[in-house]
C-alpha cells in the first residue's frame, strides 16, 4: 500500500510513523523547508531554544507523553515562581498566584456559567449538541453581553479567551468555544500550570518532536514541496506538487483546514473544509535577557494586561538559567494591529510594555517575532477558529474520508482539539483507520 500523507507536522508525520511501522509504503511532502508545522523552534543563545510554536503539555496528554518517551526527550516544568504582575486599567499591581485584582465572585460567577456551558457540549459530535444550531450561530462577545453583568467579568473574559484559544471573541461562535473548552479538559485544567495543560515544556524545545520522527522517515520526506491539487480515481491518488507528481493508493491531508481547503481536488469536496475566516490569530514574542532578571525582584515573569500589545507573558527561560527569556502573547485584535507593523516598531512597542511590566528589566539582548497570522503554510495559531455556523457546516466532515483522501490535524480531533495533544492522536486515528480499511478490504502492504 503506497500512502502519501501532505504535512509535515505533529499529525502528519505521527501518521506516517505509524503507516510505516504498518507496512505502508509512505511519502511526505511538506510545503516548508523544515518539518514541525506549527512547532517551530528558535536557538536564542548557543544551545538555548525556545518554542516559537506550540510548547505546553500536562499529564493528561498521555500520547504525547508517550511519543516523547520513546523518543528520548525529556520535560522540563513550567516556571512559575514568585509573584505576578497585572495591569488591568485600575494602576498596575503585583500579586501572589495568578488570580487577578479583580472581584473573586465576578470571575467565580463567569467560570462557573462556563463550566455549566462546557457540559453541555457532545464532545464526540459537537454538531449534535443540545441547541447546537444557536450556539453556532451566536459569537462568545454576544453571549458575553448577555451574561456577565459585572464590570471585572467583562474586562476579563476576552483576556482569558484570548490567552486560552487565541481569539477575539467576536470571532468565535459560543459552540466552538464550549466545544475548545470542553476538550481541552475544562476551563480549570486548560488555564493552570502545576497539574494543568501547561504544566511543562519540551526540554530543548518541542520542535524536537518532529525532527526525531522525521530523522526516523529519513528520505521518505521532501521539502519545500507545496501540494496543489490532488486528483483520484478508482485506481489511484495522484498529489501534484510544484515538483511534480506522485502516485499512491491513499492520501492524507494533514494540514488545517483553510490549508486543505485551498488545494484543487478532483472529484471536488462535496462541503467546504473552511471559510476565509477559519485560521488562528497569534504572534508570539520572545524577549532576551542575560538572565530572568525578574526573579531577583520576588517575580514570576507572569503577567496580564488590559491593553496591548502583550495580553499575557510567561517565564520561559532554559531551566539551567543561562539566558532569561520572556515569551508574549499577542492575539486576537491585537495580533492583527501588531503583525501589520514594521520590525522597529514591533520591537519597541514589546520592549516599552515589558519595561512598564518590570520597571527593572535592561533593554533585552534578543528579540524575537513569530507572526502566524500571516504565516503562508499555517494561516494562524494556535488553531484555526470556528466562527458563527462553522461547526454546523463543517464539523460532519473534518474526518469523513473523501473516497481515497483521509483527514489529519489537531482541527479533526474531538480529544484536546488545538494542541498538541489532539495533533498526535489525530495522527494515530486516521493511520489506524487507513490500516484498518485497508487490510478489512483484503489489501496488503
Not at 395 to 400: A, I, M, S
Request: overall charge negative; some cysteine; glycine content about 12%.
Amino acid at each position: 500500500m503506497r500512502v502519501i500523507v501532505v504535512g509535515a507536522g505533529l499529525a502528519g508525520l505521527t501518521a506516517a510513523t505509524d503507516l510505516a511501522a504498518g507496512g505502508a509504503q509512505v511519502s511526505v511532502v511538506e510545503a516548508r523547508d523544515r518539518v514541525g508545522g506549527r512547532t517551530h523552534g528558535i536557538e536564542v543563545a548557543p544551545g538555548s531554544w525556545v518554542d516559537a510554536g506550540a510548547a505546553y503539555l500536562g499529564e493528561r496528554h498521555t500520547e504525547l507523553n508517550a511519543l516523547l518517551a520513546e523518543l528520548g526527550l525529556k520535560t522540563t516544568p513550567t516556571t512559575m515562581t514568585g509573584e505576578s504582575r497585572f495591569a488591568l486599567g485600575h494602576g498596575d499591581q503585583t500579586r501572589p498566584g495568578r488570580f487577578p485584582p479583580l472581584s473573586a465572585v465576578a470571575l467565580g460567577d463567569m467560570f462557573e456559567l462556563l463550566d455549566e456551558l462546557t457540559r453541555t457540549i457532545r464532545l464526540d459530535a459537537p454538531w449534535l449538541t443540545p441547541n447546537a444550531s444557536y450556539l453556532d450561530s451566536v459569537t462568545a462577545l454576544e453571549w458575553a453581553q448577555r451574561k456577565l453583568t459585572h464590570p471585572d467579568s467583562q474586562l476579563f473574559f476576552p483576556l482569558f479567551l484570548g490567552e486560552m484559544m487565541a481569539a477575539d471573541p467576536a470571532d468565535v461562535s459560543v459552540l466552538h468555544m464550549a466545544f475548545y473548552l470542553s476538550s481541552g479538559g475544562g476551563t480549570r485544567y486548560l488555564n493552570a500550570f502545576e497539574g494543568g495543560a501547561q504544566q511543562d515544556r519540551v526540554y530543548g524545545g518541542a520542535h524536537q518532536i518532529c525532527e526525531e520522527l522525521a530523522a526516523r522517515l529519513g528520505d521518505r520526506i521532501r521539502l519545500g514541496e507545496a501540494v496543489r491539487a490532488i486528483r483520484q480515481n478508482s485506481a489511484e491518488v495522484v498529489v501534484c506538487t510544484d515538483s511534480g507528481e506522485l502516485r499512491g493508493d491513499v492520501a492524507v491531508v494533514a494540514v488545517p483546514p483553510l490549508l486543505a481547503q485551498a488545494i484543487d481536488f478532483t472529484p471536488a469536496l462535496p462541503v467546504r473544509r473552511a471559510t476565509q475566516f477559519t485560521r488562528g490569530c497569534a504572534v508570539k514574542v520572545h524577549l532576551v535577557y542575560p538572565g530572568p532578571l525578574w526573579r531577583a525582584q520576588g517575580l514570576s515573569g507572569w503577567s496580564v494586561s488590559a491593553q496591548g500589545p502583550l495580553l499575557s507573558t510567561v517565564d520561559d527561560s532554559p531551566a539551567d538559567g543561562s539566558v532569561g527569556v520572556l515569551t508574549g502573547f499577542v492575539t486576537g485584535l491585537q495580533a492583527h494591529r501588531f503583525s501589520a507593523l514594521n520590525t522597529p516598531t514591533q520591537r519597541g512597542e514589546a520592549v516599552a510594555h515589558a519595561a512598564h511590566l518590570f520597571p527593572d528589566l535592561p533593554p533585552p539582548i534578543g528579540f524575537y517575532v513569530t507572526d502566524w497570522v500571516h504565516e503562508e503554510y499555517s494561516h494562524g495559531c494556535y488553531a484555526a477558529l470556528f466562527g458563527p455556523g462553522d461547526w454546523i457546516r463543517h464539523g460532519p466532515h473534518l474526518r469523513t474520508p473523501h473516497q481515497r483522501v483521509h483527514w489529519a490535524g489537531t482541527e479533526t480531533s474531538t480529544e484536546f482539539f488545538g494542541l498538541m495533544e489532539g495533533a498526535v492522536r489525530s495522527g494515530h486515528r486516521v493511520a489506524a483507520e487507513i490500516l484498518t480499511r485497508h487490510y478489512s478490504l483484503g489489501g496488503t502492504a
